[in-house]
């Protein structure tokens, strides 16, 4: 089974704070994720990853940055954090060849006060 | 705009019943298609894949793909209470991420 970890469930920072959130996944896949999830919005695509130290802007790249120095770790960046970045936060990876499906942590529900 | 769009619902079954959910999309060139589950404060669960027109079965869950049509349908036979949930239609196109409906939420009633 693939196994995408994410490194917290529940986290809670400050506005103004740089934030965080960690993914590993242990399935050798090429293609990383990173999701937002809101209320009445879906699910809406960060940044993505076809490669080590590759990355590609989603929807919505505005206020944040992805690093992928390895294969298995892809992890976002909160520059600033602010309150309207509150939300749950979704990684995802998939297989780099072919028509693959996705497959997603656990997420993490991040709270900005 | 590459848009799939789903029903929000509540779509309401009772337990036994054949729950038909259903999914559009824009884009001709879409490749694969998905179907996840979502419990409520959940990641999102794969449950089917299809990519060429037609059904497949797996389990009490049945995928059908209209590829003319530019639908992609997920039929639940025997619902029952713990298939309530949060369904989320993906679709793929060549070299990009899936996009993803917003979600139709589907409540068996015991």
């Known amino acids: 089974d693939v196994k995408v970890t994410q490194s917290s469930r529940y986290l809670v920072k400050r506005t103004g704070e740089k934030v965080f959130l960690e993914c590993v996944q242990d399935?050798?896949?090429?293609?990383m994720f990173w999701y937002r999830q809101d209320p009445g919005l879906g699910l809406r695509l960060i940044y993505f990853?076809?490669?080590?130290?590759?990355?590609e802007k989603g929807d919505i790249p505005e206020g944040y940055s992805v690093s992928r120095e390895k294969k298995e770790r892809f992890s976002l960046i909160l520059e600033s954090a602010s309150t309207n970045q509150t939300s749950m936060y979704l990684c995802?990876?998939?297989?780099?060849?072919?028509?693959?499906?996705?497959?997603f942590g656990d997420g993490t529900r991040l709270s900005i006060l | 705009q590459k848009e799939v769009e789903q029903n929000s619902g509540p779509l309401s079954v009772p337990e036994g019943a054949i729950a038909s959910l259903n999914c559009t999309y824009s884009?001709?060139?879409?490749?694969?298609f998905f179907w996840y589950r979502q419990y409520s404060g959940k990641s999102p669960e794969l449950i089917m894949s299809?990519?060429?027109?037609g059904d497949k079965e797996d389990g009490r869950f049945t995928a059908q793909l209209n590829k003319a049509s530019q639908y992609v349908s997920l039929l639940i036979r025997d619902s029952q209470p713990s298939d309530s949930a949060t369904y989320l239609c993906?679709?793929?196109?060549?070299?990009?991420?899936?996009?993803f409906g917003k979600g139709t939420t589907l409540s068996v009633s015991s």
């Open positions: 884009d001709r060139v879409s490749q694969s």
């Open positions: 399935m050798d896949h090429e293609n």
């Open positions: 993906a679709v793929k196109q060549a070299g990009t991420a899936l996009i």
């Open positions: 995802a990876s998939s297989l780099g060849a072919g028509n693959q499906p996705q497959h």
């Open positions: 990853s076809y490669d080590v130290k590759m990355k």
């Open positions: 299809i990519y060429s027109n």
